[in-house]
Each structure stands twice: as structure tokens, then as C-alpha cells.
């Protein structure tokens, strides 16, 4: 290409950029951006960055990830709400590790979640579903359900896939009775259970041995059209191997069944 008068630029840079980093060649990354600012004078883009801050957030180099908005700052590009995303959900994954890299505290994230909000930078569903998946994945089920109900309350945009995270959440860290109370709330929220949600919260009683509650809620789906799904299924399938032939699970076992 510079053989033949064609100079890169940014978005040129940004390819290779992206596929060095899909290759883990963190060498070469980083002497490509030093070349890309130092030699050719090229301005690396807020898409330069968010190219960096994901795959080192993903490799679990968080610090280097915040070192890239650190630069970003030096260089008069500030982040936006995918920088910040991609970022939150670097601290979550590595909050899930048992190791010296537990990185990741309620705190630090909640930390950054204000610091996003104070530089002008609206967070969005996405943002707050990333928050509720980490904070459930680190059996903080009660304080990610704390959360929601304060973003409720400040009018934040929420979607079905935030209930059944939750509900999720809190049906793995054996809050069931959490779980249902939050189920049946949703339809004052103005958000109808669909078929995943009813299999979600039907999977969880089923895994805190509340067979009566999940066979209620299986009429109730029954009801409203929907069908049992794959894992519902097959995990009523392998409780009724295990728990003696339980009347209750029979009798689901029967109407999914018929």
C-alpha cells in the first residue's frame, strides 16, 4: 500500500490493531499504536481504543485496559458508554476468578458506574445488565437485586433480559422465595413473563426442591401458551431418578409430557 502512494489511516490501523489483539500478539500491538502516534502522526479513534480496552479487558490485563482511557484522557478523546461497558464487564469477569487478580469489588465497579455518570455519559440497559450478571455471578444476589430496585426507581431503561438475569441470579444463590416474590412483581413493572422467564424461575424452584411452586408456575405457562423448554425438561427427567418418584414432579412430568 505505501509502495503504491496509498497511506493507511485510522480505520486502517484499527483492523490490524484488532486482529493482533484477537491473536493475544501484545508486543506488536503495542508497537503498532506507538508507531501509528509517533511515526505517521495518525490520531488513534475512540474505536482505537475500545479495540484495546476490550481485549485487555477480556485477556484480563485490566490495568492496561485502564491505561488505554488514561492515554484517551491525555490525548483529549474521552470514552463513551461502550468504553465504560466493555470495561465494567472486564472487572466482572475477573471478580469471578478465586485468585491474587480478584480485581473486581462491588465497590471499584460501583466506583466506576458513578465516575461514568459524573463525566456526562448516560449508562445504558446494557450497562446495568452487566452490573446485575456480575454481581450475581459473585453471589451478591440480594445487593444486585438492591441495585435494580434503585435504578428502577431513578426511571433507567430496563428490559427482559434484566429480570431474568436476576431471577437467575437469585434462583442459583438459593434466594427462591426472592426469586418468586421478584416474578410475580414483574407484571406491575408493566413487563409480561415470557416463555424463557417462566422456565428460568420454573428451573430454579425446581433446583431449591420447591416442587409445588414450580408446578403452579408451570400451569400459569401452560396457560399463557408457552411450553416447558429443553432444560426444564430434562432437568425434571433427572429429579425424577433421584428424589423416589416425588408425586409432585410426577405430576409435572405429566403435563409436560402428556
Not at 117 to 135: D, K, Q
Amino acid at each position: 500500500m505505501i509502495e503504491k502512494g496509498i497511506l493507511p489511516d485510522v480505520w486502517t490501523y484499527n483492523m490490524i490493531i484488532q486482529v493482533l489483539c484477537n491473536l493475544n500478539r501484545w508486543e506488536e500491538v503495542s508497537m503498532l499504536l506507538k508507531q501509528m502516534i509517533d511515526d505517521v502522526d495518525i490520531t488513534p479513534d475512540v474505536r482505537t481504543f475500545n479495540i484495546l480496552v476490550d481485549a485487555y479487558s477480556k485477556s484480563g490485563k485490566l490495568d492496561d485496559a485502564k491505561r488505554m482511557i488514561e492515554i484517551m484522557h491525555e490525548r483529549g478523546e474521552y470514552p463513551n458508554i461502550v468504553t465504560y461497558n466493555t470495561l465494567i464487564q472486564g472487572y466482572c469477569s475477573q471478580g469471578q476468578m478465586d485468585g491474587a487478580l480478584d480485581v473486581l469489588s462491588t465497590i471499584k465497579t460501583m466506583d466506576l458506574y458513578k465516575k461514568m455518570a459524573s463525566e456526562g455519559l448516560s449508562p445504558t440497559v446494557v450497562t446495568h445488565n452487566i452490573l446485575l450478571h456480575g454481581l450475581c455471578q459473585l453471589g451478591k444476589s440480594v445487593e444486585a437485586l438492591t441495585f435494580f430496585y434503585k435504578i428502577h426507581g431513578l426511571g433507567h431503561k430496563l428490559d427482559n433480559v434484566t429480570y431474568r438475569t436476576l431471577l437467575s441470579g437469585l434462583c442459583k444463590n438459593h434466594y427462591v422465595h426472592k426469586a418468586l416474590s421478584f416474578f410475580h412483581t414483574m407484571k406491575c413493572n408493566g413487563f409480561i413473563p415470557d416463555s424463557n422467564t417462566y422456565n428460568i424461575t420454573i428451573c430454579g424452584c425446581l433446583w431449591n426442591k420447591e416442587y409445588n411452586e414450580a408446578s403452579k408456575l408451570v400451569d400459569k405457562m401452560f396457560n399463557c401458551g408457552f411450553l416447558a423448554d429443553a432444560l426444564t425438561t430434562s432437568f425434571l427427567q433427572y429429579l425424577l431418578l433421584s428424589e423416589a418418584q416425588d408425586p409432585t414432579l410426577l405430576v409435572m412430568h405429566h403435563k409436560c409430557f402428556p
